[in-house]
């Protein structure tokens, strides 16, 4: 029977679906047709997949060729099916022995030569693997990444006569191997001078995975600090850093497996677009938000956005998905990130500095605030004013702050108080988990009700107020949310209070 069945997997969002490879040889004249929705660059393998056989030495087969890549209503795109269906056209041809080919799933571009090259999605293809039970061949630039999933007997091969020999039991192939992770380079708190309102409120920030907004003159260090939330973040578990490598993998931008376990820093440019952010394409690919999944997107100069941009980010910062719809297809991303945002508290910068240079106007100042919407200013938990220090304080010989590593143990053990009370952290409490786990004594529940209802505050905002003040009080070790914990977390709300500290 001139019939082979090869496997392989197909890209569709961070999901790597089954894709069987089916090549069936049959009389007429010679001609190959590859079925099964093939876009450009899978209909073009049949040229490549003819050069790499023949120049590995094997027939190709003067017969009709028919290749089916089913399921048929799957979208096949990349040159990610070369090597199954190479190896189907020798299966079912017999140069290669059919049998060997049930318990691999194969991935990889075919060079003119035989070379295989790398493809993007190797880890979910990977991981699904594993799931199916089958070992995984890929090429050996993709060898690191598929090897950081743990669980699947991945292998590695240069050319497509080394995983014939491998198949005819001629040879082994060597198995993927991870590469040794690097160091990190992550700035330092050290560096921070003064600032001890923004670094307090950076380390509530870190410990509850709040969002943060910091408002501040130019070159007032607002950059400095954001650039420092990393570091105050403890390592990402495995099954963190698979989700992020993942998104990484399918982004087409590549992953550097020896950096997967620290967490990623997105800063796009204010001139970046809603697609840009959220991901799109006729193909869908992840945007910014889904590449800091699980780390920090930082958002400088906020009101200079396109305000079309930050309102895709509203329904992400409340569900950690995003999903990008086309008309031929959707994909479904995690966008699980924590948001930091900086900007100015006027057009000139200047708002409330002592020197006061400012010389706008309560109505330009107003225009501007105003190209942040209500409804996203709402989900920012923290709002922290960042004054200009004084040069005295940036002397070369001033103390420097505290150092990453001390800040970075009160942020785990509030961290780790959370995860044993709550399972996970505040910021992603439900409203009745919220309401179990951040009550209030009735004097303090008073002050609450007085103040959202002096501030006019949303309850989505009550209940924000409610999740930061259950973080201060876990840093400070305490059982219970005291009349300290709801002021501090009270006064994270500048902006609410009718912004009257910086104007």
């Not at 307090?200 to 709040?210: D, K």
């Not at 399918?250 to 204010?270: A, E, K, N, V, Y």
Request: with cysteine.
């Amino acid at each position: 029977m001139s019939l082979a069945l090869v496997h392989s997997r197909a890209r569709a969002g961070v999901s790597a679906p089954p894709v069987r490879v089916e090549v069936h040889l049959s009389g007429g004249l010679p001609s190959t047709h590859i079925v099964g929705l093939p876009e450009a660059a899978v209909r073009e393998s049949r040229d490549r997949v003819r050069a790499a056989i023949l120049c590995a030495q094997f027939e190709f087969p003067q017969r009709r060729i028919t290749v089916n890549l089913a399921p048929a209503d799957l979208p096949k795109d990349g040159g990610r099916f070369d090597l199954p269906i190479a190896l189907g056209i020798l299966a079912a041809s017999g140069q290669i022995p059919r049998e060997a080919l049930a318990e691999y799933e194969f991935l990889g571009e075919l060079g003119l030569t035989g070379e295989l090259r790398a493809v993007d999605g190797a880890l979910p293809a990977a991981l699904a693997a594993a799931a199916a039970g089958r070992r995984l061949v890929v090429p050996s630039g993709n060898g690191a990444e598929a090897a950081l999933a743990r669980q699947v007997q991945a292998h590695t091969a240069r050319t497509l006569l080394e995983v014939c020999a491998a198949l005819s039991g001629n040879k082994e192939l060597p198995p993927a191997q991870a590469l040794p992770p690097q160091p990190s380079s992550l700035p330092d708190m050290a560096d921070v001078r003064g600032q001890l309102h923004a670094r307090r409120a950076l380390e509530v920030a870190a410990a509850g995975n709040h969002h943060l907004l910091l408002i501040g003159s130019p070159g007032c260090g607002k950059t400095l600090l954001a650039s420092r939330l990393p570091g105050l973040l403890p390592e990402a578990s495995e099954t963190e850093a698979l989700e992020s490598a993942a998104v990484a993998s399918i982004s087409g931008r590549g992953l550097d497996p020896t950096r997967w376990r620290q967490r990623p820093f997105r800063s796009p440019h204010h001139t970046a677009s809603a697609v840009a952010l959220v991901g799109g394409g006729a193909e869908p690919r992840p945007g910014e938000i889904s590449l800091a999944h699980r780390g920090v997107l930082f958002l400088d100069e906020l009101p200079e956005w396109d305000r079309r941009a930050l309102e895709v980010l509203r329904e992400p910062l409340e569900s950690g998905v995003v999903t990008v719809s086309r008309a031929a297809r959707s994909a479904e991303f995690p966008a699980r990130f924590q948001l930091v945002a900086a900007m100015n508290p006027c057009p000139c910068g200047w708002a409330g500095d002592p020197s006061g240079r400012c010389r706008c106007s309560a109505e330009n100042i107003r225009r501007y605030r105003a190209r942040i919407s209500g409804p996203l200013m709402d989900r920012i938990d923290l709002h922290v004013e960042v004054p200009r220090l004084p040069p005295q304080e940036l002397r070369p010989d001033a103390p420097p702050g505290e150092p990453t590593a001390a800040v970075r143990q009160r942020v785990e053990q509030a961290r780790a108080i959370q995860l044993q009370r709550n399972g996970r952290l505040n910021a992603q409490l439900s409203q009745p988990d919220t309401m179990e786990y951040c009550r209030l004594q009735p004097k303090d529940q008073a002050l609450l009700e007085n103040a959202i209802d002096r501030l006019q505050l949303s309850a989505r905002s009550m209940h924000r107020i409610l999740r930061v003040a259950r973080t201060i009080a876990d840093l400070a070790g305490s059982a219970a949310i005291l009349t300290a914990h709801l002021t501090e977390a009270l006064g994270y709300r500048r902006i609410d209070q009718g912004q009257t500290a910086i104007v």
